[in-house]
């Protein structure tokens, strides 16, 4: 993925008024930026041409589960996920985006002190940025698994997206990257595998699609949740949540990612060895294919999972 900054007038919200990104600056003493006392969520928007729209993909369920994964830090979010989704859309409005975007709502414990117990001072902030790909996945990328295990639950939970978690993905993502590989691939410690560094995995082993359950310390992923459904109603796969054995890798017919940045990402080779034909496979390239129809609001059955920023009064939305 290729790193750039974003432009520093853009408009966010930043502890419950709108400003520049410039202007959005906290205090070096912040809790969460010295012990990781903080949460995250990330939402995608796809703008349609066609409809002249921008449309945030089941933005009320990212931020329905970013208010539960705050409760684990014990980080309070006096909105509710409908006014938080009114907010991003307002957010991405005042932004006049015509383009992909993506979307970071954080919440952070603030107090600007040292000392590792945290307090009962909170902020938030959602942010909107224009966003493309995050992996070169058009025709496949490589896969590696790490040396570095994945957090377990009764350590730091991975479902939640807790800030101070990610150490152990981007230690990951470095190892991989270092060693050839586009993405990382966790293993638990009792050598199941787990996810990519951010985003979850998929095989496909004698037609069925398989993913690791959530029990196996991977993050509840709602793309993911997409993606099981498409599978099962559009293409008629049996879908199976089960623990994944890392041998499975090399001998499965399919293998992908999914995730709100990664979309859904074919991988073609793991470890240095093809997966399947060493090309994209076809059911990864249908499922890719009805995602991306999905998310723009272009599949009737699924326009309940995306809400129009730029029209939405006349899908039947308010704004406040």
Known sequence: MKSNSPDPNILVWFRGDYCRLADANVNILTHALHYGTGVFEGIRAYWNHTEQDLFLVRAEEHFARWKRN??????????????????????????????????????????????????????????????????????????????????????????????????????AGDEARRNGFDEAIFLTEDGH???????????????????????????????????????????????????????????????????????????TRVDHRPVGEGTVGPIAARLRALYHDAVRGELAAYTHWVDPVFHPVSAGLSVR
């Open 193 to 267: 595998v787990a996810e990519g560094s951010a985003c979850n995995l998929f095989l496909v082993r004698n037609g069925k699609l398989c993913t690791p359950p959530t029990t196996d310390n991977i993050l509840e992923g709602i793309t993911r949740d997409c993606v099981m459904t498409l599978a099962r109603r559009e293409l008629g796969l049996d879908v199976v949540e089960r623990s994944l054995d890392r041998s499975e890798l090399y001998i499965c017919e399919e293998l992908f990612f999914t995730g709100t940045a990664v979309e859904l990402a074919p991988i």
């Open 70 to 171: 705050c409760g684990i830090l014990r980080i309070q979010i006096p909105e509710s996920p409908y006014e938080l989704a009114r907010i991003a859309a307002e957010v991405c409005r005042r932004n006049e985006f015509r383009t992909d975007v993506y979307l970071r709502p954080l919440a952070w414990k603030a107090s600007p002190r040292l000392g590792v117990q945290p307090d009962d001072v909170d902020a938030t902030t959602i942010i909107a940025i224009p966003f493309g790909a995050y992996l070169p996945s058009e025709n496949g990328i490589h896969a590696g698994v790490v040396s570095w295990r994945r957090i377990e639950d009764n350590a730091i939970p991975g479902r939640a997206k807790i800030c101070g978690a990610y150490v152990n993905s981007a230690l």
